[in-house]
């Protein structure tokens, strides 16, 4: 048996960011910020916002199948959180979101 998560524990399948400072930002919180400091939450992934590396690994190349449009040159589609998103393939900024189907 295993130790039970705190409340404000990070939990991927739980959480795609953290509030900070009054700020939200996703992906998990830096160690360096300490328990309670930073706190995980989960919010619609918005267009302007950055794509952790965590989640460009499932990195959607039949597009087609999925009635998503093709992507312009150093973009590609995404599925992460039950979204489709079509982000920047260097930076992982957030050109494009489809909410799950």
């Known amino acids: 048996m295993g130790r039970p998560a705190r409340a404000n524990s990070w939990d991927p399948a739980r959480h795609n960011g953290f509030w900070y ?4 930002y996703y992906g998990p919180p830096p160690s360096e910020y300490g ?15 950055y794509l952790p590396s965590y989640y460009r690994g499932a990195v959607i190349d039949d597009y087609a199948r999925y009635r998503l449009r093709r992507p312009p040159y150093g973009y590609r589609w995404v599925y992460a959180g ?20």
């Open 21 to 24: 400072g009054g700020r939200w």
């Open 35 to 49: 328990a309670g400091v930073a706190l995980p939450g989960h919010t619609p992934w918005r267009r302007g916002g």
């Open 82 to 101: 039950g979204d489709f998103m079509m982000v920047a393939a260097s930076t992982g900024l957030i050109f494009d979101v489809i909410p799950g189907r």
